[in-house]
């Protein structure tokens, strides 16, 4: 167990609250076993990845952007509006494209 220099026993820091590297790492794991779990058509593998692969993301998210989402989302309510359009328009139009990319590969399986 580790203390301070205090000789008290330092406060837990929530994951959420963890650098995107922590998160990217602790999240990796479980990815991982429910990719074997999908692969070997075990029920639950999905379930497994979801989730995780959704905090992952948020990992890489932060350590690509240089920063914390907090830190990001509140940069993001600083912009003027018609930034704001621009960019949220941009995501959901490029989600759309992908949408409609993906879709004729995973019909043909």
């Known amino acids: 167990m580790r203390f ?3 000789g008290r026993e330092p406060k837990k820091m929530p994951l959420s609250q ?5 998160k990217l790492a602790v999240t ?3 990815i991982f076993v429910g990719g074997i779990l999908l692969l070997k058509n075990i029920p639950g593998g999905g379930a497994l990845i ?3 692969g959704a905090y992952a993301l948020v990992g890489l998210i932060e350590i690509v952007g240089g920063k914390s989402l907090s830190d ?3 940069n993001w309510n600083h912009q003027p509006k018609w930034r704001k359009f621009l960019i949220g328009g ?3 139009g490029g ?12 019909a043909r399986s």
């Open 72 to 74: 990001a989302s509140k």
């Open 28 to 30: 990796l794991p479980l």
């Open 50 to 52: 979801l989730l995780p």
């Open 18 to 22: 963890a650098t995107g590297k922590k």
């Open 90 to 92: 941009a995501v959901i």
């Open 4 to 6: 301070d220099s205090d």
């Open 95 to 106: 989600l759309i494209a992908t949408f409609c990319l993906l879709l004729p590969i995973i």
